[in-house]
């Protein structure tokens, strides 16, 4: 792809934001931002630029609970992801997938695989 075509493209990432510190409208919740053709790290400085300068970036390490509820850092965990297509979406089997052991699933991904329903054929 020729470098002028990015401009072209949006990237999608999820943005979780963390603890009680944030604004009550952002507060524990997660949103799928679109964005112009970008990396994370301009993600990153453009949230910081329109969200809040105080944002902390959580990568490998979160937040204990305790620290999430004091409510004093605004932690924000910020990941690329990828938009499926319909037929993508219909050839995705996350059950075979923990099947096979390819993911690990702990309790709360257990719960949410069991709120995961068929797509229907037509939209």
Known sequence: MHKDQKKNYSTYFKVEFVGNAHLEEFRNK???MRTPYQDKWDT???LQEQYD??????EDKWPTEEQRAKGTQKY???AKVM???????DEFDMHDMVDRGEIVM???DNKLLE???TMPTKL
């Open 44 to 46: 990153e400085e453009e």
């Open 83 to 89: 938009p499926l297509t319909v037929k993508e979406i």
């Open 76 to 78: 924000v965990h910020l």
């Open 53 to 58: 300068s105080e944002i902390v970036f959580v």
């Open 106 to 108: 702990d309790e709360d």
């Open 115 to 117: 709120k995961i329903q």
């Open 30 to 32: 997660t949103f799928i």
